[in-house]
């Protein structure tokens, strides 16, 4: 017996880390991430230990929701009762229940605010706000940025320091820059970025919303390419009332470049973050390589 209870302790405490772990990696950030784990914790182990002292499936499941929520301490600091089964408390169970009740709010509050981080992050496409807060989770965010409630994240405002004007360039480490970021400058500026990689660097230049015309062409492209370099990827802006997919086509010049160029595909992103890749022949229909 003590060792399946030592077994069940184990698990209730492996669930509590894994839904902080998930917190965390979908962007809840960590005190978010840490009452999301302890709420969830607080529930099963209520659960659990009802369960144990033969509390029917019923009494188990609504005592353990009530206990990991504080609800059920609450009760039981207030009313001297166990909210499920009626049973008077001890007048100790009932002081440790007024100190628990406490410590349950607390992590309910940060499981909150954790997932309200979450999905502001994932809708903010939906979101209105004549003055936004800006959340860290929507900071460097293409799709926040250009609905007005997300703005660059530090990096990717210093990348545009150095891009002030049409026909700048910044000569930048590989894992320093990546596609999204092109995408948030763009949302940001309105203007087109092309970004290409040789070794471990990547050239970013600034365009206009129209294009590079003056900026980028064949033989910038041809000597480019003898140097080593290729095309990793360019960014579109986007216009209201259009459908954000329509600026993930190539026009004929970008067909032209990448030809130019010897290769068989680069990527195209859009001001909301969207990616679909093209060649020398067209638009490509299919996803994945990330150069």
């Known amino acids: 017996?003590?060792?399946?209870?030592?077994?069940?302790?184990?698990?209730?405490?492996?669930?509590?880390?894994?839904?902080?772990?998930?917190?965390?990696?979908?962007?809840?950030?960590?005190?978010?991430?840490?009452g999301i784990g302890a709420t969830t914790f607080g529930i099963v182990n209520g659960m659990g230990s009802r369960w144990a002292s033969?509390?029917?499936l019923g009494q188990s499941?609504?005592?353990?929701?009530?206990?990991?929520t504080g609800v059920g301490d609450a009760y039981g600091f207030f009313a001297g009762?166990?909210?499920?089964?009626?049973?008077?408390?001890?007048?100790?169970?009932?002081?440790?229940?007024?100190?628990?009740?406490?410590?349950?709010?607390?992590?309910?509050?940060?499981?909150g605010r954790g997932l309200g981080r979450i999905a502001f992050a994932r809708y903010t496409g939906s979101v209105r706000s004549?003055?936004?807060?800006?959340?860290?989770?929507?900071?460097?965010?293409?799709?926040?940025?250009?609905?007005?409630?997300?703005?660059?994240?530090?990096?990717?405002?210093?990348?545009?320091?150095?891009?002030?004007?049409?026909?700048?360039?910044?000569?930048?480490?590989?894992?320093?820059?990546?596609?999204?970021d092109l995408a948030a400058l763009t949302a940001e500026t309105g203007d087109e970025f092309a970004m290409f990689t040789t070794g471990g660097r990547r050239l970013v230049v600034r365009g206009r919303?129209?294009?590079?015309?003056?900026?980028?062409?064949?033989?910038?492209?041809?000597?480019?390419?003898?140097?080593?370099?290729?095309?990793?990827?360019?960014?579109?802006p986007i216009y209201e009332g259009v459908?954000?997919?329509n600026f993930l086509r190539?026009?004929?010049e970008d067909q032209a470049l990448i030809g130019i160029f010897g290769q068989n595909q680069s990527a195209i992103m859009n001001s909301v973050g969207e990616r679909r890749l093209f060649g020398p022949s067209g638009d490509l229909l299919y996803p994945g390589w990330l150069p």
Do not use: C
């Open 81 to 111: 009762a166990d909210i499920a089964t009626g049973q008077a408390l001890t007048p100790g169970q009932q002081a440790l229940a007024g100190v628990s009740t406490g410590l349950n709010v607390l992590s309910l509050g940060l499981a």
């Open 130 to 180: 004549v003055n936004p807060t800006i959340a860290a989770g929507v900071r460097g965010n293409p799709r926040a940025i250009v609905r007005g409630v997300g703005e660059l994240s530090s990096s990717q405002r210093a990348i545009l320091s150095q891009l002030d004007s049409p026909g700048a360039q910044v000569l930048l480490r590989k894992s320093s820059v990546t596609q999204t």
């Open 243 to 245: 459908p954000t997919r």
């Open 209 to 236: 919303p129209e294009g590079y015309h003056g900026i980028i062409d064949g033989d910038w492209a041809a000597s480019m390419r003898a140097q080593g370099w290729r095309w990793s990827a360019h960014s579109h």
């Open 250 to 252: 190539s026009s004929a």
């Open 61 to 68: 499941v609504g005592g353990g929701l009530a206990d990991g």
């Open 1 to 34: 017996m003590t060792a399946v209870l030592a077994l069940a302790g184990a698990a209730t405490l492996g669930i509590g880390v894994a839904t902080f772990g998930i917190g965390f990696a979908y962007g809840a950030g960590l005190w978010g991430a840490i």
């Open 54 to 56: 033969g509390q029917s």
